[in-house]
Every structure is written in structure tokens, then in C-alpha cells.
């Protein structure tokens, strides 16, 4: 298990030494949490190799975390560790785009109930669908124009139009930590006659589900690698990662 230097942090896991035909999963379960929650595209897998790897993009920081590894229904070995996380974190884990921002204002979190209201002999009758998630504005400062087009090419087309909002959960309370999908942006000049580089950028989300379970987080990009050997050639990562596991495993943040 390996803490990628990226931001937010991800962790990236490693299985090997199984059998063809297994059933594996990898669960993640937060300290102060009974619920075990499987890291994406790592639920009853079926084995066709020896070697599961797979990351985790979507943890929790701030909180110790404890990876659990199934095979066959039989828990056969754990790991734990706890990221860290500067400032709000806002990402999309099946791109790997991501930014980070300071919450200014989220005043409020508004639910509302489907209905329909029938006034019938003097009382009113209402048909109601269960409650869905909360909507609300979120309000972000960004002190450069660096963080600032950072956020808006985040938001501008995230996968399946869902981003994830995590903060250090040891130094936040909770109600940040969400899946939202951003149905309108309003940037505001801090300074109004723009004299400086600070924006707030404010948000009209809904809270969401995350991304669908086929959809698998990428370890790297062979972007990533060619930025991390600039200068350098393909035999220089040979050297390094002598077989394709260890290069799946790599660092190249």
C-alpha cells in the first residue's frame, strides 16, 4: 500500500500471490466507522492473474483508515494509514483532476421533498416522494489565477458532471465531505475594480451520488510519466521499474 503525492492524497494497493478464479475485494472503513466501503472497481472481483492493483481516490483525511483484503469471502490481511489534506479539496477520482480552494460561505443546506398538495372537503392531502439530497451555494476564494483556472477547468467537465468535496476531517465538522454535481458557477472579482487576483467563485451544487461503480480511477497518465523523466529516456524508467507490476505501482507525482 503506497500514499501517492498528489493531491489530494490517494492511496495506491497491490495485491499479489492470488489464484485465477478467487473472488477478492478491497474495503476501506474510517476510524469511528462500523460500515466497510469497497474502493472502486475492487468489489468481488473475479482473478484472471495473480495481481490486483487499484487505488483509492476517494478517501477520507484526517481519519485513520483501515484497508481490509478479501479473498473468497475470508479476510486475509489489513493495512492502515491516514492522509492529509491542505486547505478543501475538490476532485474528480476517475479523471484524477483536482483543485484546492477555501470555503468562504456555505451558509446553509436546504432539503426538499417531491409533492403535490390537494386541497379535497376543507384538508389538505399530500402525495410525497421520498427526500432526495440537499442543494445550496457554496461560496470559494482562490487567492491566485493559477487556483482560480484550476477550479473552473475542474468544474467545467467533470466526469459524469459529479466531483467529490473533502476536507481534514480532524480539523472540520462535519457536513463538507460530500458527492455534488455544480449546476451553475458565478465567478465575483474580490477587489471590484479588479485590481488583484483575488476571486470568489460561488457554486450552485446538488448533493449526488458518486460516480457509477464501472468506473475505475487511473493509477497515472503516461503524461505523468513523461513529466516525471523530463529530459530523460524510456530506459531510464526501465531502469527503475524492472517489470510491469512495478511500474503499475510506480510514483510519478
Do not use: H
Not at 16 to 45: F, M, N, Y
Not at 67 to 76: A, H, R
Not at 113 to 125: A, E, Q, T
Not at 183 to 199: H, K, V
Request: a negative charge; one cysteine or more.
Amino acid at each position: 500500500m503506497t500514499v501517492q503525492d498528489t493531491y489530494p492524497e490517494r492511496v495506491l494497493i497491490s495485491a499479489t500471490g492470488l489464484v485465477t478464479g478467487e473472488v477478492v475485494t478491497i474495503t476501506r472503513t474510517p476510524a469511528g466507522d462500523t460500515i466497510r466501503t469497497a474502493i472502486r472497481s475492487a468489489s468481488s472481483v473475479v482473478m484472471t492473474t495473480d495481481t490486483l492493483v487499484k487505488v483509492d481516490a476517494e478517501a477520507s483525511a484526517g481519519v485513520l483508515l483501515t484497508y481490509t483484503l478479501t479473498v473468497d469471502s475470508l479476510d486475509l490481511d489489513t493495512e492502515t494509514t491516514t492522509l492529509s489534506l491542505v486547505g478543501v479539496g475538490l476532485s474528480d477520482a476517475i479523471s484524477g483532476a483536482s483543485a484546492q480552494a477555501v470555503i468562504l460561505a456555505w451558509p446553509s443546506r436546504r432539503w426538499t421533498r417531491p409533492s403535490s398538495v390537494f386541497s379535497i372537503g376543507g384538508r389538505n392531502i399530500v402525495v410525497s416522494k421520498p427526500q432526495g439530497g440537499f442543494s445550496g451555494t457554496i461560496d470559494l476564494f482562490t487567492e491566485t489565477d493559477d487556483q482560480r483556472a484550476n477550479i473552473l477547468r475542474l468544474l467545467e467537465d467533470p466526469t459524469s458532471g459529479v466531483i467529490q468535496i473533502r476536507s481534514d476531517r480532524s480539523a472540520t465538522s462535519e457536513g463538507v465531505d460530500c458527492y455534488v454535481s455544480v449546476l451553475a458557477i458565478e465567478e465575483q472579482r474580490y477587489s471590484q475594480d479588479g485590481s488583484d487576483q483575488r476571486r470568489i467563485i460561488s457554486l450552485d451544487v446538488v448533493e449526488t451520488g458518486p460516480w457509477g461503480p464501472t468506473l475505475a480511477s487511473t493509477t497515472f497518465s503516461y503524461a505523468d510519466v513523461a513529466a516525471f523523466y523530463t529530459g530523460e529516456t524510456y530506459a531510464d524508467w526501465a531502469l527503475d521499474y524492472t517489470s510491469y507490476l512495478d511500474a503499475a505501482v510506480g510514483e510519478y507525482s
